[in-house]
């Protein structure tokens, strides 16, 4: 079992820039390829972007490259989200998600792919 805490969620303006974090704990964080995924009311949970679990490689939604940056810091069993130039249609509760390395498909931009999830932070960005 993993347990997955996001926190850094807020309100900010559009042009600004907000830092998600994700703590884990429970299990051998580098075991895990790691996610963050958006959802706003009526919609469906979004893919935003992962890093593989040596945080060598990462992957992005179209609409989130060259803004957003994902990293992790696997002494510390956390995953970051860095946006920047956040956009009012950024506005969303922001998940993170632990996908197994064994067995899994890296990138997977897809929901049943990531066996954990936080309980999600909410980023409101305003125009």
């Known amino acids: 079992q993993v347990q997955l805490v996001e926190s850094g969620g807020g309100l900010v303006q559009a042009g600004g820039s907000l830092r998600l974090s994700c703590a884990a704990s429970?299990?051998?964080?580098?075991?895990?390829?790691m996610g963050w995924f958006r959802q706003t009311p009526g919609k469906e949970r979004d893919f935003v972007a992962t890093i593989n679990w040596s945080g060598s490689s990462t992957y992005y939604a179209t609409s989130v490259k060259g803004r957003f940056t994902i990293s992790r810091d696997n002494a510390k069993n956390t995953v970051y989200l860095q946006m920047n130039s956040l956009k009012p249609e950024d506005t969303a509760v922001y998940y993170c998600?632990?996908?197994?390395?064994?067995?899994?498909?890296?990138?997977?931009?897809?929901?049943?792919?990531?066996?954990?999830w936080g309980q999600g932070t909410q980023v409101t960005v305003s125009s």
């Open positions: 998600a632990a996908q197994q390395v064994f067995g899994g498909s890296w990138p997977s931009s897809t929901k049943s792919h990531y066996a954990y």
């Open positions: 429970g299990r051998t964080f580098s075991n895990y390829n």
